[in-house]
């Protein structure tokens, strides 16, 4: 959520921002929030003026009892009474005012970074930088989920009976391998000073829209009915909620945490739900990084986080590229944004393993994440989330680039020990 201060000051700014993102609809709310806030504010001054008289009047009433000069105390006392009636109207229209112009807010873009490519949609990103050679093998590659089939790892057919399409039993070697994935990248991110956490897997609804934008919350979280507790679609969501209406001090940033959850969404929209596959499903484990750092501090852990995915990857001999998102692919909080691609021998082009986000300070503003310098000041922290791997989408990756032409799969050395010291799984 943008600062309101900087939106009053820069109204002009903003309405760019938003045609940047190709959200021209969304101009006019600038304008609507400009005068909401200019009657919000000369409510406010109203209302301190009636407060401030009615201390000067109280002080009055009291001096005049005193003296015993009881009528005209009571002439002030029914003034008073009148101006309270009045500052009550006053409060719940500043409140009602508050209210309509945080909802506005809440659907106003974030700034994004100077240097985000301007295009409309995912089909106008930009990719930066490959790493390690794509190979194509001259044998066929069979889709994932007749790879996984071929060790008896998967029964979807059972998981639709039970749950419907969007679900899996993984079953043998290849949940295994599902789990020693996770142990990996659980270990190689505390190696690299991330304090492993496993977070609840349910949040309450203000901490829904302190970290996502209503349209993503529509399309991905499942609602507990009856309760206020929605299931998360990331950890990011409940570790960036660990730090609400909190006051760090600045000599504790930054905070960096690395996390363990199941992921549910509904995966509403056009990509829709896979019958065959684990590409796109209603529930998947996932290891999550998140930093809480300093705003001068955010671009530079930007960086550091995709390149820990990146790093993780290529440790597994999968060849990978970061793609950048452009102005109209990235979510309303996002500064900036890159995707982690995976190198599919099958399909022969790369697929979406991982994001990584700066989100400024809107989570933050949101949220009330502040931090407290050592002179006292108090600011809004910045916040940042990046996929360290979802063992679903990883699991396609891994089967295809380690699949031998006689059907079995090479085991990387740095996941043997969590493989039993297994060097290949065989059909």
């Known amino acids: 959520m943008i600062d309101i201060k900087f939106l009053r000051e820069n109204p002009d700014a903003v309405k760019e921002n938003i045609k940047k993102k190709f959200q021209d609809e969304k101009i006019k709310l600038v304008d609507e929030v400009i005068e909401l806030d200019e009657l919000r504010r000369k409510t406010q001054q109203e209302a301190d003026n009636i407060k401030a008289e009615k201390n000067k009047l109280s002080k009055e009433i009291g001096a005049l009892m005193a003296q015993g000069k009881k009528d005209e105390a009571e002439a002030i006392k029914a003034e008073v009474a009148k101006d309270a009636k009045r500052l009550e109207e006053l409060e719940a229209k500043q409140a009602e005012y508050e209210e309509k112009t945080t909802k ?13 490519p301007i295009g409309k949609d995912d089909s106008e990103n930009v990719e930066v930088t490959k790493y390690g050679e794509p190979v194509v093998p001259d044998y066929e590659i069979p889709y994932h989920t007749e790879i996984m089939e071929s060790f008896n790892g998967i029964d979807i057919d059972a998981a639709g009976r039970v749950a419907g399409n969007g679900f899996y039993y993984l079953m043998g070697d290849i949940a295994r391998l599902h789990s020693a994935v996770i142990a990996y990248a659980r270990d ?8 492993y956490c496993v977070p609840p897997f349910m949040i309450r609804s203000n901490v829904v829209t302190g970290v996502m934008s209503f349209a993503e919350m529509d399309a991905m979280m499942y609602k507990i009915e009856g309760e206020d507790l929605y299931l998360i679609g990331t950890s990011e969501h409940s570790m960036i909620g660990k730090f609400i209406d909190t006051i760090t001090p600045e000599e504790k940033l930054p905070l960096t945490l690395t996390s363990y959850s199941p992921c549910f969404r509904k995966e509403k929209g056009a990509h829709g739900i896979e019958e065959r596959g684990v590409y796109r499903i209603h529930q998947f484990e996932k290891q999550e990084m998140i930093v809480v750092c300093k705003p001068e501090d955010s671009a530079m852990w930007f960086d550091k986080l995709w390149q820990n ?14 793609l950048e998102c452009c102005s109209g692919d990235l979510a309303d909080l996002k500064v900036k944004s890159f995707d982690v691609e995976a190198w599919s021998p099958r399909q022969k082009k790369y697929f979406e393993v991982g994001s990584c986000s700066n989100l400024g300070d809107a989570q933050a503003r949101r949220l009330k994440i502040r931090i407290k310098d050592k002179d006292g000041n108090k600011y809004f922290a910045h916040t940042l989330n990046n996929t360290v791997v979802a063992p679903p989408r990883m699991l396609i990756a891994f089967l295809e680039n380690h699949l031998q032409a006689d059907g079995s799969v090479t085991i990387p050395e740095v996941l043997r020990p969590y493989m039993g010291g297994k060097d290949k799984l065989s059909k």
């Open 104 to 116: 506005i807010m809440m659907v106003i873009p974030n700034i994004i970074d100077p240097s985000v």
């Open 188 to 195: 190689f991110m505390i190696d690299r000073g991330f304090t």
């Open 309 to 322: 995915t990146v790093d993780l990857f290529r440790s597994m001999d999968i060849p990978v590229r970061t």
